[in-house]
């Protein structure tokens, strides 16, 4: 009898695949299977309320896979600010496979939101499993703003909305904490100007000086709440497209531009232009 090589080898690895599927294993791992080191979650978020007190400091729980011996782990801390103070490593106590890492909180600007990634150095002979990657641990922290009523303003819309007539919208004013600048909203906008499209709760903040002179927007781009060809649409005055916030007396003009994303935090493509004109009484300060 003739035996078909290639049929008899085909069927080897079929039934050879099957048996290491069902044992749920494809690979064969060594007896030692190395230290992992990985933080018990990969990000915290703290927002403190407007009148809430900020915490000095912040916990968290660094784990190891094996428990003998002391070990000290060298850590990264990066971040933008000085606000944070944190050790530079971990030590792990001999019988113990979790350790408490501690790091400082500064003083928090009301409004500003600061971030930090803490990362762990992995020990020679780690094999990092698909479960167990929290190699580096995001923190990120700010304290909400309070926002006080600042009269009503009566804007319009020269370009993506193009009415004629102004309609008034709401200013608040936050307790922005910075000498010399002042940070207003106008609230729901687009909602107000086109109902029809755009949903309510957006904001378009801004800063003055002292006197209510207009200095410049809070954002490069603002979410709208309104929908373009299925992306987001997002209202800014950013430099390199030729924006500015501008103002004389008690006229103001953004002049800006609409732009577009896929998503309400990925980058965002200019459209065209849209310029918004408002008069409003800046209240004394």
Not at 110 to 130: D, L, Q, R, S, W
């Amino acid at each position: 009898m003739k035996i078909n090589i290639k049929s008899t080898f085909a069927a080897a690895v079929a039934v050879l695949s099957l048996a290491s599927c069902s044992e749920g294993q494809y690979w064969t791992e060594p007896a030692d299977k190395g230290q992992v080191i990985a933080f018990v979650k990969p990000a915290e978020t703290i927002t403190v309320a407007p009148t809430g007190t900020s915490p000095d400091s912040y916990t968290v729980t660094v784990y190891r896979s094996q428990t003998a011996g002391d070990l000290e782990v060298p850590v990264s801390f990066s971040n933008d600010t000085t606000i944070f103070n944190a050790p530079s490593s971990v030590t792990f106590k001999n019988g113990e496979n979790s350790a408490e890492y501690t790091f400082s909180i500064g003083s928090l600007i009301p409004g500003m939101t600061y971030a930090t990634k803490i990362g762990v150095k992995v020990p020679e002979g780690t094999i990092t499993h698909p479960d167990s990657r929290n190699l580096t641990f995001t923190f990120t922290i700010s304290q909400a703003l309070s926002w006080t009523a600042a009269g009503e303003a009566a804007i319009m819309s020269t370009n993506w909305v193009g009415n004629e007539e102004p309609v008034n919208v709401k200013v608040e004013e936050g307790n922005w904490p910075i000498a010399g600048e002042r940070l207003f909203r106008l609230v729901d906008v687009y909602s107000t100007l086109e109902p029809e499209y755009a949903e309510p709760g957006t904001e378009l903040r801004f800063y003055t000086d002292d006197a209510g002179n207009a200095l410049r927007m809070a954002s490069t781009w603002s979410y709208i709440g309104e929908m373009y060809d299925d992306e987001y649409c997002f209202f800014g005055c950013p430099a390199q497209y030729g924006g500015q916030f501008v103002s004389e007396g008690n006229q103001y003009l953004m002049q800006g531009v609409i732009g577009t994303s896929a998503s309400l935090t990925g980058a965002v493509s200019p459209g065209w232009y849209e310029n918004l004109y408002f008069i409003w009484d800046c209240p004394a300060k």
